[in-house]
Structure formats: C-alpha cells, structure tokens
C-alpha cells in the first residue's frame, strides 16, 4: 500500500448549486414515500466543529470493521454481547479503550448508564442519537433511525444505495450524477432525481429538500455541506462517510465504511453479505498469487489519455486506503508502480509526456478509462476507444507484446472493482486465472448487487468491463 503513483487526467468539478423546488416535485420519488416532517423540523443540531465532536480529538481504531459507538466488542454487529461487555466496564469501572474504543456509546468521554441507556435505543431502533467515526477520524453523529428519503452527492452512493436495498429511497442527487453521465439503466429513475446542484455546495431551500422528502444526505465527504446544512437549522443529517475512502484513520478500508453506512439503515445484514462477498473474493484471488509464486512485473496506469505528447499524473492516492483502478493493482496484483510518488505535491495531479513513460519502459499498461463510457456501450465501441488511448503507447513493449489493459474507472475503481479485478487477471495471468471465471464474477456482481437487466449479458456493457489489447471480441 506503501507504493502508491497513479496517471490520472485532472477532473474538474463546477461548484455551482442552483437547486428549484419546482425541480423536486417532478421527482419519480417525491410525494409516494412518507417521512415525518416534524423530524426535519424539530430534530437537535449537531454540535460538531469542522467535522470533529468538541469533546474527541482524532480517533484511533483497533481492529474494528463496523465503526459506530455501541460496537463495544469491535465484532460486525451491535446485540447483547455488546451489552454484557458494557455492563461489566460500568461495574468495575474499569475501560480499556484500547481493547473498547467504541464503548463511550454517546460520546461524552465517560462509560455509565447514559452509555448503556443508549445502546439499548439502537438495538431497539428507537430514537436517539447513532454516533460513528466520520472520514477525519473524529466522533459525528445522525438522527437514528433514520427517517425519509436521502439525497447522495456522489455515485459511490448510489452503488452502495443498491447493493443493501434502499434505491426506492433515493429522491436526491447532484447535478453530475443526475445527468448524462448515468444511466437508467444501471440506476433505474435517476435523471428524474431532485437536482441538489453539485457536492460542494449546498445553497437549496428547506421546502425544496422537503418536497423530496430529504432527511439525510450522503456519498462524498465534505464538512462544508455538513456544516452548513446543520448551521440552516433544518434537521438534516450529513453522513460523513465517504465511501469511496479512508485515507486519514489507520486500520480503516472502504469496505469497512460501507459496513457502518449499512448498519445506518438498518441493512446491516446486506451489508455483511457484501462484505463477506467482498473479503472473499478478494482472498480467493490473493490465495492464487501466493500459490503460483508469480514474479512481480512493474505496471504504469494513464488515465484516459487523450494527445500523444503529454498525460497527467496523479500522487493524490500515494499513501492512504481507497477504492480506485490504482489501488486495486498495487494492492491486489503482483505488480510494482515504475513511477514513484513526487516528493512535492503541490495539486492532486502534474504532468509528464508520454516520451518520458517510455523511458521508464513498464512490463504492464493498463490504461483507465472514464467518462464517455457507459454501461450502454457496444463492447465493439467501448474497444475502439480504448484501442485510441492504446495507440498512443505503440512504442512501448507492453504494447508490442500485448500487454495493454483497459479498465473503466467508475466499474474498476468501486464496489465492482473486486469483480472486475478477476477479470483482468485472466488476461495477464491466463496460466493461473480462467476467463470464464472471470465473466462469471462480473455478472454476478452486477446481477446480484445492482439493478442492471438480470437477462443481460455484461459482455456486451463495454463501460463495465475488461479490455486486452488486440481481443476485438469478448
């Protein structure tokens, strides 16, 4: 994990919000589910300062997958256990916060009956407050259980959203992933989703979130939006999970967040059948590599390269856990980043010339696509343009002997990633991976875990798949 450089393009996100209440009442989802208004209206206001609660400083976890206050044992669940444990800290008024972090169920730095009071609220879904480790580490809370509809703010969301069953909860996304870059048919009713603007900003009025019936927003963090939403006096939650990372709390992967933002809506059992499928699948591929004994080969990623000359460059991801088409390598694969991390990172990406790459003359290419692709792409289409981007790098010995790999950043990058992963090693490694397992794990993860058409056939989702320089068909 310590190797981390990527090649990615510069992504540019608008910070424009200009959400119409009017926009909310054409909504698929705006007037058919009930929420309690009074929930938005009257709930208490979170006290937290720039995402950290007054009381805490950042954070420390010890082996914890589900990270909400009330886990007591640290284990994938909150029940009974969790109530012995915490009866006998109060008893002998002895807490070892290394072997309990999470015992302070309401964060005020003592374990008492307070503590035990509102573990029993969240085991018996009642109304308190659900406090959880937030992305910088610190202690933030939402209203539990969670009432009404959710607006997310990134497409990590939505995956998410779907995997542990609450899609017809879905009333709310910003403009980026409200548009043309979704599709209905892998998010059934998005482009009919209330438009809060983008997931930087949040300048909408109250009768406009109430119209969609928005108690809670979630997908990218961003305590700006949190703190202004909770500075509005309006009731609404800001879930300060981003599912896509876990770069600042050690021990942390984004996997374990999905687990927290389950337990959330009371999905915790989806959640831990993803999970499992998740650590399997992964441990099945690595139980592989450490079997073969495969010498490691050195890899570059460009990032939808678009000119021959020069191409961006990406460190943002050299120290930290994520999802991502990099992380998924250099974590997963036995293959070594031949660029190193820049010593100076004065913005997320720099760039370099593809001349330069030459010289540094990988064994792999794997090139990561975005944007124009979609679930709706022909596998023929979808070829073509990852051929372009290939072609670029004709000078080099991957591309001559073959080994120039396509990957779409929005399947290879996420919760499909585990998947889509088998895939591409069936096609660097053919000798010890099998093709057909790895279409199989692809359709499973997108028959199993999304909306997508059970009848259809992934093969032909050019957007959500595996490419291999020269393989024309799949």
């Given at each position: 994990?310590?190797?981390?450089?990527?090649?990615?393009?510069?992504v540019a996100i608008a910070v424009i919000i200009a959400a119409v209440a009017a926009l909310a009442l054409t909504s698929n989802h705006s007037n058919d589910r009930s929420y309690n208004l009074d929930d938005i209206k009257n709930a208490p206001q979170n006290t937290s300062i720039n995402g950290k609660a007054e009381c805490y400083d950042q954070f420390t976890?010890?082996?914890?997958?589900?990270?909400?206050?009330?886990?007591?044992?640290?284990?994938?669940?909150?029940?009974?256990?969790?109530?012995?444990?915490?009866?006998?800290?109060?008893k002998t008024g002895v807490w070892d916060k290394t072997k309990y972090p999470l015992a302070d169920v309401n964060c005020d730095k003592k374990v008492n009956n307070d503590d035990l009071t509102a573990l029993n609220k969240l085991i018996n879904k009642e109304k308190t407050l659900l406090y959880y480790v937030n992305d910088n580490g610190y202690p933030e809370?939402?209203?539990?259980?969670?009432?009404?509809?959710?607006?997310?703010?990134?497409?990590?969301?939505?995956?998410?959203?779907?995997?542990?069953?609450?899609?017809?909860?879905?009333?709310?996304?910003?403009?980026?992933?409200?548009?043309?870059?979704?599709?209905?048919?892998?998010?059934?009713?998005?482009?009919?989703?209330?438009?809060?603007?983008?997931?930087?900003?949040?300048?909408?009025?109250?009768?406009?979130?109430?119209?969609?019936?928005?108690?809670?927003?979630?997908?990218?963090?961003?305590?700006?939006?949190?703190?202004?939403?909770?500075?509005?006096?309006?009731?609404?939650?800001?879930?300060?999970?981003?599912?896509?990372?876990?770069?600042?709390?050690?021990?942390?992967?984004?996997?374990?967040?999905?687990?927290?933002?389950?337990?959330?809506?009371?999905?915790?059992?989806?959640?831990?059948?993803?999970?499992?499928?998740?650590?399997?699948?992964?441990?099945?591929?690595?139980?592989?590599?450490?079997?073969?004994?495969?010498?490691?080969?050195?890899?570059?990623?460009?990032?939808?390269?678009?000119?021959?000359?020069?191409?961006?460059?990406?460190?943002?991801?050299?120290?930290?856990?994520?999802?991502?088409?990099?992380?998924?390598?250099?974590?997963?694969?036995?293959?070594?980043?031949?660029?190193?991390?820049?010593?100076?990172?004065?913005?997320?990406?720099?760039?370099?010339?593809?001349?330069?790459?030459?010289?540094?003359?990988?064994?792999?290419?794997?090139?990561?696509?975005?944007?124009?692709?979609?679930?709706?792409?022909?596998?023929?289409?979808?070829?073509?343009?990852?051929?372009?981007?290939?072609?670029?790098?004709?000078?080099?010995?991957?591309?001559?002997?073959?080994?120039?790999?396509?990957?779409?950043?929005?399947?290879?990058?996420?919760?499909?990633?585990?998947?889509?992963?088998?895939?591409?090693?069936?096609?660097?490694?053919?000798?010890?991976?099998?093709?057909?397992?790895?279409?199989?794990?692809?359709?499973?993860?997108?028959?199993?875990?999304?909306?997508?058409?059970?009848?259809?056939?992934?093969?032909?989702?050019?957007?959500?798949?595996?490419?291999?320089?020269?393989?024309?068909?799949?």
């Amino acid at each position: 994990m310590d190797k981390k450089i990527a090649i990615i393009a510069v992504v540019a996100i608008a910070v424009i919000i200009a959400a119409v209440a009017a926009l909310a009442l054409t909504s698929n989802h705006s007037n058919d589910r009930s929420y309690n208004l009074d929930d938005i209206k009257n709930a208490p206001q979170n006290t937290s300062i720039n995402g950290k609660a007054e009381c805490y400083d950042q954070f420390t976890v010890y082996g914890c997958n589900l990270l909400i206050f009330g886990n007591v044992n640290n284990d994938m669940d909150i029940n009974s256990d969790d109530v012995f444990i915490l009866q006998n800290i109060i008893k002998t008024g002895v807490w070892d916060k290394t072997k309990y972090p999470l015992a302070d169920v309401n964060c005020d730095k003592k374990v008492n009956n307070d503590d035990l009071t509102a573990l029993n609220k969240l085991i018996n879904k009642e109304k308190t407050l659900l406090y959880y480790v937030n992305d910088n580490g610190y202690p933030e809370y939402i209203h539990y259980p969670i009432t009404g509809n959710l607006g997310i703010n990134y497409d990590y969301g939505y995956m998410a959203a779907q995997i542990i069953g609450i899609w017809d909860r879905v009333t709310a996304g910003t403009d980026r992933w409200v548009g043309d870059r979704v599709t209905d048919t892998l998010y059934p009713g998005v482009h009919k989703l209330y438009n809060m603007g983008t997931e930087q900003t949040v300048e909408a009025d109250l009768a406009a979130y109430q119209a969609a019936g928005v108690t809670v927003i979630t997908g990218s963090r961003n305590l700006d939006v949190n703190n202004s939403l909770h500075e509005a006096g309006w009731g609404i939650d800001y879930i300060n999970v981003r599912l896509d990372q876990c770069k600042y709390i050690p021990n942390v992967e984004p996997i374990d967040r999905f687990l927290t933002f389950s337990y959330m809506f009371d999905k915790l059992d989806k959640g831990k059948e993803f999970y499992n499928y998740w650590t399997g699948l992964d441990s099945k591929i690595q139980t592989i590599f450490d079997n073969a004994g495969i010498k490691e080969k050195s890899f570059i990623i460009p990032y939808n390269t678009n000119q021959a000359v020069e191409t961006s460059v990406d460190d943002a991801l050299a120290t930290g856990r994520t999802m991502g088409d990099y992380t998924n390598v250099a974590s997963n694969l036995p293959l070594t980043a031949r660029l190193e991390p820049s010593t100076v990172a004065t913005s997320p990406c720099y760039t370099t010339t593809i001349e330069y790459l030459f010289t540094l003359n990988p064994d792999v290419l794997i090139i990561s696509l975005w944007g124009k692709l979609t679930n709706e792409t022909s596998y023929a289409d979808a070829y073509a343009a990852f051929k372009e981007k290939a072609d670029y790098y004709s000078k080099f010995d991957a591309y001559k002997k073959g080994d120039v790999y396509g990957v779409c950043y929005e399947t290879f990058g996420t919760f499909a990633g585990v998947a889509v992963l088998y895939l591409l090693c069936s096609y660097i490694y053919p000798e010890y991976f099998s093709e057909d397992d790895g279409w199989n794990y692809v359709n499973e993860y997108f028959h199993k875990y999304t909306l997508i058409d059970k009848n259809k056939d992934l093969k032909e989702c050019g957007g959500l798949i595996v490419f291999k320089l020269n393989k024309t068909t799949p």
